[in-house]
């Protein structure tokens, strides 16, 4: 098939389970160009020095007209270019990491060991479970809630939000269903109103948590509403949907690998290099779409004009042979392993070291369960996004 069916392809959900072989049909081009007139770029060492290469921009509005998209009412710093994105993640980043909150993250070690072991004790008994809705997503969402300072028991209402925002990320430009893009943008809106609603409760009254740290930030160059409200939802969204593929892609991973999985077993200390190895075998986010060049670039021997849309697969980097040795195996104890799992740059993920010990509780903790398990749907059914792929349910059967 042409290369410039790859986007449309990728973005089949028939494709879903196994997108692997078209991104290396991306590899052997290394760009693309595709049929809406955006680029695809899947090689590791390209898309590495795009993520650091400040002519690629993050910002939308530097578009071509002809590839215009609506300005989201409240953007949050991932979609704005240094000095702004350096300005706004400052200033997310003070009340969650370092120089300013440097203990704040590893000091939540013992509260997520302590919920991980609630969920698990709640599986005690039964014989078949959903490793997505019985431990990786109220993991990560009751952690998140925790963080912000949402209230536990409003998961359902901001769970329907996040589905919506998620599914309404297409990559097909001009594609006939428009009721997700219209779905997603009115759940942006509501989840951002509610958000705003809890922040001003907590002004004057703040508690331990982001949003009572954030509105009550007594610097003048504090966030706006508007910054605070993108910031906010950003960090609820990213804060949980992404460990969800993580965690439930890895249980996957070492189902399918009892090789690796018995090694697990054996040496638990290996669990910080199997997550490492899961981000790059099997990343929670597959694409970055929102890139645009603010100069003709010269990519793997291509130019891609200004202005034009341009798509990193992460993933395909990820499975590089020209960066990875095997590329296509997973293993456990690869040492060499500079993945693309939370991108790389200025834009680095910025949950990552929270995600990191998540999973690494999780997995630690399911490992007893694993050595027992067997997989009940393989391929399992995937949620729609190609962009943060991962399976929607992950049935298990356990054995006594």
């Not at 202005?307 to 590089?320: E, F, Q």
């Not at 195996?329 to 939370?342: E, K, M, P, S």
Request: aromatic content about 6%; glycine content about 8%.
């Amino acid at each position: 098939m042409a290369v410039d069916t790859l986007l449309a392809r990728i973005n089949d959900y028939a494709n879903r389970p196994d997108p692997y072989p078209l991104y290396a049909e991306l590899r052997e081009v290394g760009v693309a160009r595709q049929t809406d007139g955006s680029y695809l770029v899947g090689g590791y060492y390209d898309i590495t020095a795009l993520l650091h290469d400040p002519r690629l921009s993050s910002d939308r509005r530097n578009r071509s007209p002809e590839f215009a998209t609506p300005p989201l009412r409240q953007p949050s710093f991932i979609q704005f270019d240094d000095p702004e994105h350096h300005r706004l993640r400052a200033l997310a980043t003070r009340p969650f990491g370092p120089p300013h909150s440097p203990g704040r993250v590893d000091g939540m070690r013992g509260e997520i060991t302590e919920i991980t072991e609630q969920l698990i004790t709640a599986l005690h008994g039964r014989t078949r479970i959903d490793i997505v809705d019985d431990l990786a997503y109220p993991l990560p969402v009751t952690v998140i809630c925790r963080l912000l300072g949402v209230p536990r028991e409003d998961e359902p209402v901001f769970h329907a939000w996040t589905t919506a925002i998620i599914e309404g990320i297409d990559l097909t430009p001009g594609a006939a269903d428009k009721e997700r893009e219209r779905a997603a943008e009115q759940a942006r809106e509501e989840m951002g109103r509610y958000l705003m609603d809890l922040a001003e409760q907590r002004r004057g009254r703040p508690g331990d948590d982001l949003l009572s740290a954030f509105v009550n930030d007594p610097d003048p160059a504090a966030l706006t509403r508007d910054e605070l409200e993108g910031t906010a939802v950003l960090l609820l969204i990213a804060g949980h949907e992404t460990t969800v593929n993580l965690i439930t892609n890895g249980v996957l991973t070492l189902l399918r690998h009892p090789d690796q999985l018995d090694l697990l077993r054996r040496e638990p200390a290996l669990l910080p290099s199997a997550v490492e190895e899961l981000l790059r075998y099997e990343p929670p986010v597959h694409l970055l779409p929102q890139r645009t060049p603010l100069a003709d670039l010269k990519v793997a021997g291509t130019t891609i004009p200004q202005g034009v849309p341009v798509i990193l697969a992460l993933a395909s980097g990820n499975r590089d042979p020209k960066r990875f040795r095997d590329p296509d195996r997973f293993d456990l104890t690869r040492t060499d392993n500079q993945h693309l799992g939370f991108g790389s740059g200025v834009h680095i993920c910025y949950g990552a070291p929270l995600a990191r010990i998540e999973a690494q509780i999780a997995l630690g903790a399911l490992l007893p369960l694993l050595g027992t398990a067997t997989l009940l749907d393989d391929p399992p059914p995937y949620r729609y996004s190609a962009v943060l792929r991962g399976p929607r349910h992950l049935p298990v059967e356990l054995s006594a």
